[in-house]
């Protein structure tokens, strides 16, 4: 791997061989999504606690501190709406000139395998990490949205992750599952999962994140499950505590529960 690529893989995934990446990118097709009407605000009390801001080039000039000092992934597909016609008829959006401009870490595209525009969204990610190779910059893949949330299971999943490896995707966004090492054991690069629709409780978020960090994925791509949360710094933080303290459930619902105490601190627990 180029030092360029190799470089910014190492800020996006941290010594530990883990990473919390933070999605903001719903609006591009949902718009003003509940949490995330003024993202520049949702953001602020996040950030210290992510690893990476996954976001559009709109949102990212008109909201977000050029001085962030977190690595950018940059969404660089979209072009439908969810009133539209159909959500995976997809195109890529932004130029990789714009990405070298705004000096991401990587670049992310969305791909909808089993789909009438199936075909497309995997050439669009063949071109994308085409034009990643020449700058060195990574691409994350990211399956399964919309409609395809209906195929959460380990077969799809798998199918999906895989696909997108092989096209040359350096990590893949998917979403955790029943079976989920079946998944991560299927892909040569490093999984993420993220959250989908915000979930009853806490409590189930941070089992199966801690089931799938337990089953092979590097981390989290989780969005909604925190900013849309009553209680999203506690909830970035109890995630924070599975995903690099190898943390047991358990000890990050005490995490959640000291910080949305008001204690920064948690007594049986690194900080
Ligand atoms: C939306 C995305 C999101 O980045 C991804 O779905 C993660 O967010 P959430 O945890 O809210 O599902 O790609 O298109």
Known sequence: MDWGMANRMARLIQPDGHCMFLPIDHGYFQGPTRMLEQPGETIKPLLPYADALFVTRGVLRAVVDPALDKPVILRMSGGTSMVGADLANEGITTSMDDAVRLNVAAVGISVFIGTEFEKESLLNLGKLVDEGEKYGIPVMAVTAVGKELE?????YLSLCTRICAELGAKVVKTYWCEDFGKVVG?????????????????????????????????????????????????????????VHENGTVAEAQEVFDSVKAGNGRVASVPA
């Open 186 to 242: 299927g892909c040569p690069v490093p999984v993420v999962m993220a959250g989908g629709p915000q979930a009853d409780t806490e409590r189930e978020v941070l089992e199966f994140v801690k089931d799938g960090m337990d089953n092979g994925s590097i981390g989290i791509n989780l969005g909604r499950n925190i900013w849309q949360s009553e209680h999203p710094v506690p909830m970035i933080r109890a995630l924070r505590h599975i």
């Open 151 to 155: 195929k959460r299971d380990a077969r």
